[in-house]
């Protein structure tokens, strides 16, 4: 999947340019000035040009002309940047044009990304070893507060189940029915994999409303239950619940939401690696007699391991940094608070950038390891060539 | 294709074994299915429902007895929908437009070009810097929350959409850039050097050459970031919906709406929640394949 292009060595084909051997490259200051500028260049036209026009953060402004100014400035603007850039390293001489060239074309995307996400992780460090209005040091009083107190250690355990109860049961459901899919005709498979897989499109806070209708409540005696389930639980002759309330069941509820729209994901993926596994060893383990269950738990699940781990991983990341389904659901109430829904309400609520801060990290710490997995894999992959 | 098999399979496992008859044997997997099916359906349906629902009716009783007046005209009605797009719904769609559009287009061209550098171009520190792209894709967008907000507010463009624009480009740059750089990268090289033989700039063989051909890939990221962008709530919440309220898109508010839950905003809810959701459906039906190949060559991210 990542096939590694060889590296064209040839930077200047123009005729009459002489040939530059690799190795002779010029890495002198002036050519990282150079690379640097032209990195620079792209971001800070497109960051002036929004912000210093005073239009557009008018909010009375036509959005359409709004729409149509950043189309043009942030695609074609952006585009004839390059376009010129690039046309300005060929005036310079051959080496330090081929030196600078691969900086015009990926220098935009590194500083953004170098604003955006490098620096930001940087700071928020920083600002978790500070106190609540950041300005005196506390060194790591504010870790000590979230493994210490009760209002923290909730939303950490809370997390925990989350991402240990969501990425299995989405697993384990997206391999059953991709599994049962399969069997289907072709029109009937199609149709069923849509429809598992449609909550993908939508909205962490959609499908939340769409659950609320699920889970609504009334005391008794004040009207009909419209909540599907205490629709149910009252047919049969029992008391409503109050689903949203139920100390610590309450958090599985939730977790029903992202299950819900994750499946489709877990079970796109899966069902593509099953459709993989090899005709001939299938048919080899029939004719040796194995039944489907057989086939299933010693061809199918071993041979699509590597798939189940990605899938598994990818939304353990997700199901650890949600944040939308508890602040709309319950805003985190009744012992249902997770560690990003914390974060952001120690932030906007309670103002305390520490603490915030600190739980940012926390919720970055988890995914190191699996960031270092993936370089290192890509590494090898690259390795590999 | 399958001639060998000894005897008939009762149920297939098989990569071909799709285009199977139905038969008695697979009643048990067929009401498998079917209650699976119904367990993803039921929760849309009710608000779908609902939605079309008198006022009256969707606060006094559950969705599911709308079926027992199926044929009465007089119980279903759009007034709903009407007094969603007046109380805000419309203005908040035509914000999550102009967020999403522009948070779509922009990180594609800086992307595009920044992956065929990485692709085809030799510059120190390439696979460094590569290998960093693959580390940002993890983490977590909350890690920069804090310190944006911060330099957006000292220089009092949070509120703003350009704001909202470059920091989705931000956010959106790692997948972007590690989609793309593996597509264009699997291009043949004797492609590019043949066209270099001819005299073509490297400009050239990224704008005529390259960003044709990769076609497919932009097509596959546009859809998860146009899905991503539209369907967010906490980078519209932070960097938008705080400051300038008149500028709320979609979800956000939808979320203020199902704040007021019980308080007379019941009946607005399931249309509200589907104006939200129509845009992202239709694009789900249409582009689903390019979705699909997205999630699967994205699947690392976070």
Known sequence: MTATPPVLRDEEQKAGKPHEEPGSRDNSIQIWLLRLVSALIVPAVL????????????PQINKVVQVAVAIIVGVG???????????????????????????????????????????????????????????????????????????YLVSLRNSVVWALVVPIVCVVVGLAVATLADMLPRKAENAFKSLIFLPMAVSFVGASVVFAFIYSFRVEGFGDQIGLLNAIVTAFGGSPVDWLRVPLWNNL?????????????????LSAAIKGVPDDIVEAARIDGANDWQVFRRITVPTIASTIVVVWTTILITTWKVYDIVAVMTGGNDGTS???????????????????AALAVVLLIVVLPILVINIKRFREQEAVR | MTAVTEKPRAVALTPNGSQQPFTVGKF???????????????????????SFRDPQAIQTSGWWTAFGDLFDASAW??????????????????????????????PITVAAFAAYAFAWMEFPGRSLMFAA???????????????????????????????????????????????????????????????????????????KLILPLSMPVLAAFATLQFLWVWNDYLVALVFLGVASPQN??????????????????????????????????????????????????????G
């Open chain 2, 77 to 106: 009605t759009l007034q709903n929908y009407s007094t969603v797009l007046d109380q805000g719904f419309a203005n908040a769609f035509a914000n999550s437009l102009a967020v999403t559009i522009p948070a779509v287009a922009i």
């Open chain 2, 133 to 207: 792209v693959v580390g940002l894709m993890v983490v977590p967008l909350q890690m920069a929350l804090i310190p944006i907000l911060r330099i957006y507010t000292t220089f009092d463009i949070s509120g703003s959409f350009p704001g909202l624009w470059l920091a989705h480009t931000g956010f959106g740059l790692p997948l972007a850039v590690y989609l793309l750089r593996n597509y264009m990268g699997s291009l043949p090289s004797s492609l590019i050097e043949s066209a270099q033989i001819d005299g073509a700039s490297h400009f050239t063989i990224f704008t």
């Open chain 2, 248 to 301: 709320a898109v979609l979800t956000v508010e939808l979320a203020n709406l199902q704040g007021q839950f019980g308080e007379g905003a019941l009946n607005l809810l399931p249309a509200a929640a589907f104006v939200s959701m129509v845009l992202p459906l239709v694009v789900f039906f249409l582009l689903q394949r390019y979705f699909v190949r997205g999630l699967t060559a994205g699947s690392v991210k």
């Open chain 1, 338 to 356: 997770v560690v990003a829904e914390k974060m952001v309400s120690e932030f906007f609520t309670f103002r305390n950038n520490g603490v915030g």
């Open chain 1, 253 to 269: 509820f939730l977790m029903v939401i992202l299950i819900w729209i994750q499946t489709g994901f877990a079970m796109v993926i």
């Open chain 1, 47 to 58: 960051i002036a040009f929004f912000f210093t026009f005073e239009f557009l953060q008018d």
């Open chain 1, 77 to 151: 603007g952006v585009w004839l940047l390059y376009w010129a850039l690039d046309r300005l390293v060929y005036a310079l001489p051959a080496r330090a044009g081929t030196g600078v060239r691969p900086f015009v074309f990926a220098g935009p995307a590194l500083m953004i990304l170098g604003f955006y996400l490098v620096y930001p992780t940087i700071d928020t460090f920083i600002t978790s070893l500070r106190n609540a209005r950041g300005d005196e040091f506390v060194g790591l009083d504010n870790y000590v507060r979230i493994f210490t107190e009760s209002q």
């Open chain 2, 28 to 50: 048990p997997v067929y009401l498998a299915i079917l209650l699976i099916a119904l367990a993803w359906v039921i929760p849309a349906l009710g608000i779908l429902v609902n």
